[in-house]
């Protein structure tokens, strides 16, 4: 099972950050927070991960809470192309790519 | 280029057929995957391979069967296709040896099963 858990659906007008939630309360201390996204009829995509501190990269950042039971990943301009499925996933780094998603959160950028 | 691709895109087929899904990786990578996504979403690994050989095999049944011909090249063949196979398979690789290192997804192969 997923040890992660996050909202069903988010919306974000288009241009605004979008922020996604993501709580993992039973994260231990070598499991990082991995992002990926799943546009329509595409694989997913790596975004971002990060273990303890914020992380930025092109397309997002990621901010970790102190206790890291729980993070979000910004989107800081969202485009309608961000249209997508957003998994939150805590792995251990050496888990061999074994990710175990879950139900994720589908954000819906609307013009 | 595509970095990984698979064929074919779109499989339809009946019950009790063999089928296989092809993939393939130009990154250089040492590790693919395949992943299946039933019609609920949920994306579930099935294999890995690393250099060719097997290092992930979840609780799948022994019809299907993945084939590395070298580490470029992660097939998967289907024995006596179920309606329950029907679903979308994804590819993947990473570069190394089995790590944190992000997964790069092909964009899958629909199966339905009729």
């Known amino acids: 099972d997923a040890k992660t858990t996050q909202p069903p659906s988010m919306d974000c007008a288009e241009g605004r950050a979008a922020n996604l939630p993501c709580n993992h309360s039973?994260?231990?201390?070598?499991?990082?927070v991995y992002w990926y996204r799943q546009i329509h009829s595409q694989g997913p995509q790596y975004i971002i991960h990060g273990l303890k501190n914020n992380e930025t990269n092109e397309m997002a950042s990621l901010i970790i809470t102190e206790d890291r039971k729980s993070s979000t990943l910004i989107l800081p301009h969202a485009t309608l192309r961000d249209t997508a499925v957003y998994y939150c996933?805590?792995?251990?780094?050496?888990?061999?790519?074994?990710?175990?998603f879950g139900q994720g959160t589908e954000l819906s950028v609307k013009p | 280029d595509t970095a990984v691709s698979q064929t074919p895109k779109y499989l339809v087929t009946q019950m009790g057929n063999d089928k296989s899904i092809k993939c393939e990786q130009n990154?250089?990578?040492?590790?693919m995957y395949w992943y299946k996504q039933d019609s609920k979403k949920f994306l579930k690994i099935m294999f890995s391979y690393n250099n060719k050989e097997l290092i992930i095999n979840e609780t799948v049944p022994n019809r299907f069967s993945p084939k590395s011909p070298d580490k470029a090249h992660l097939n998967l063949h289907i024995n006596s296709l179920e309606l329950g196979d029907s679903a979308v398979y994804f590819c993947a690789s990473s570069p190394g040896t089995p790590g944190g290192s992000p997964l790069h997804f092909g964009n899958g192969t629909r199966l339905t099963v009729t």
């Open positions: 996933i805590a792995q251990i780094y050496n888990q061999g790519g074994k990710l175990i």
């Open positions: 039973t994260i231990s201390g070598n499991e990082y």
């Open positions: 990154l250089g990578h040492d590790t």
